[in-house]
């Protein structure tokens, strides 16, 4: 791995005292700038950012007394100077893109530090999954942090992974150089029933003196809230109201508030403080899932915190959710998120704070973009052949695999069936009366078939059941490998033959997402790398995924980020119903239920 560790504050001390006492020339001087100070949450005009080591070393209304002539300047021009914004969750498998890709997405958008989770690879690949990513983060020009994640499977018994994750792997990435903490506790029924595996896990990470992930996918704010809580996972970004975010903080949690591809968050619940007036120290922005498509279009960070503003957010307080409150809360506040002493030199120039227009982004001392421009190389890491073959379908599939049978003599079947809800993570558990043909269930109307495909041991297993509200007619299927958490297969179709060419064809690439209609390939997106991400820059990655939401409206579906929801619905940690390789489960209760209710 191409990786070298970045100074310490104590390795380069004495050179940024020297710096501020006017003894040594800085390496770079940002001069003429509005100071934001997101401590005593000020903005200070007419000031000078001296770094040197890549570190800053003062912060003056004069730096002139340590500039030298080979001191690099940068003119601020009364711009605003804000710390680089900092992701507290999220997932680089989301955007389809490996940490370099997405790293050189991100950094135009004024985004320096990411706390992530790899818990998507983890499902594939195991804790040699987790270490690539791990190690190509930490050959990026910006700060990844990763969390090592908790839940492989995420809710053990309901589903079956390529690869699950022990408490002794956990305790053996806490000695990784680029590991922060414990990623998302998804199993949240076994921390509040003091499942031992878990607080294992849980155990290991506080003894290492790092931060325990939250995910708390509940409305149920009552005793088994207060269980997981005292479990110990110090933050959660589940929440979707404002009663959510205020009981979060009231437990001593940070409420992280999420604005990602499909997940609308911020909104209902920062009344907490923009109503309530609740301190908004314990509050976090983050993305959790963006897709590449918003990336290249939309943003990132600064999409959020944009948003949060638009809601009517003091712009310094969002500013602050998406700098020092998320350093603060990883133990890195003397590390980074502010524009003060010591710090990581990672600096935005902005002429407004309320749009927030990225103009200059520096990382580390070093110009990394312009005017929306990465200016910087990310560098790939080798992924091996280990983890390019990961569509293990054990045989080709035809129309017969996704037949769902009816009870002898029906001629109507009610059916459990997964409700889609737009911008929103949870499912509606619906029951549906549907058509039998020939001994065969059928979708009707805007009820159509899924079926998750194993893929990670060639079992050739099939479960198949119904989904309703993507809007699908005429004969169609799209396929995905990404499908959260397990990364199983998922099929969603109105005719069974196009189920099983969408099916083979992502075995024949090695995984991805594709859309066939009357036997016609519409959109491809190839997603080599565990069958989760593209080694292509986003661009690419985000034209192909536009040509997919493209096909999917052709067919149809006429939902905002349609393609997040298709690829959540085995995530059987958030309500009401999921689909799993062992069967559909309602994650109300955590059990398996039938497909079919026995006819009365």
Known sequence: ??????????????????????????????????????????????????????????????????????????????????????????????????PAEFARAVIPHGTTTMFT????????????????????????????????PSCAPSAPGLETTGY????????????????????????????????????????????AGKTVGGHYASPDLGPNFAAYVAGGPADDHEGTCEADAIMRVRQGMRSMMRLGSAWYDVESQITAITEKGMDPRNFILCTDDCHSGTLVNDGHMNRVVRHAIDCGCDPLIALQMATINTATHFGL???????????????ILTSDLKTLPIELVIARGQIVAKDGECLVDCPHYVWPDS?????????????????????????????????????????????????????????????????????????????????SGFGYTGPM?????????????????????????????????????TLYRDGEELALVELPIAGLMSDSPASEVAAKAEQMMEAMRACGCKLNNAYMQHSLLALVVIPELRISDLGLIDVREFKKIPLLEPQT
């Open 1 to 98: 791995m191409d990786h070298t560790a970045f100074p310490t504050w104590p390795d380069v001390a004495a050179r940024l005292i020297a710096v501020a006492a006017g003894r040594e020339p800085a390496d770079c001087v940002i001069r003429g700038g509005v100071w934001v100070n997101v401590h005593s949450r000020e903005c200070l005009p007419g000031h000078d950012i001296a770094i040197a080591e890549g570190r800053i070393a003062c912060v003056v209304p004069d730096a002139s007394y340590c500039t030298g002539p080979d001191t690099e300047i940068i003119e601020a021009n009364g711009r605003y100077m804000i710390p680089g914004l900092c992701d507290g969750h999220m997932h680089i498998e989301s955007g389809m893109l490996t």
């Open 117 to 148: 989770d790899p818990h998507e690879i983890a499902n594939v690949l195991g804790l040699n999954g987790v270490r690539m990513m791990h190690d190509e983060a930490l050959m990026q020009p910006i700060n990844i942090f990763t969390q090592m």
């Open 164 to 207: 699950e994750i022990s408490p002794e792997d956990v305790a053996e990435a806490m000695q990784w150089p680029g590991i922060i903490g414990l990623g998302e506790m998804m199993n949240f029924p076994g921390v509040a029933n003091a499942d031992p595996k878990m607080l294992a896990e849980i155990a290991a990470t506080q003894g």
């Open 333 to 347: 506040e003397r590390e980074l998120g502010s524009l003060t002493p010591g710090r990581r030199a990672d600096v």
């Open 387 to 467: 983890a390019r073959g990961t569509v293990h379908l054990g045989h080709d599939l035809s129309e017969t695999d996704f037949e769902i049978k009816a009870p002898d003599g029906a001629n109507s079947a009610r059916a459990n069936v997964i409700g889609v809800v737009e911008n929103q993570a949870p499912t509606k558990a619906l029951q549906i009366d549907l058509p039998v043909r020939d001994g065969l269930v059928e979708g009707e109307g805007d009820t159509c078939q899924i079926a998750l495909v194993e893929r990670h041991r060639a079992t050739g297993g099939v479960v198949n059941a119904f989904v």
């Open 477 to 513: 299927a799209m396929a995905s490998t990404v499908a959260h958490d397990s990364h199983h297969m998922i099929v969603v179709g109105t005719d069974r033959t196009q189920m099983a060419l969408a099916a083979n064809r992502l075995a024949e690439v090695g995984g991805g997402i």
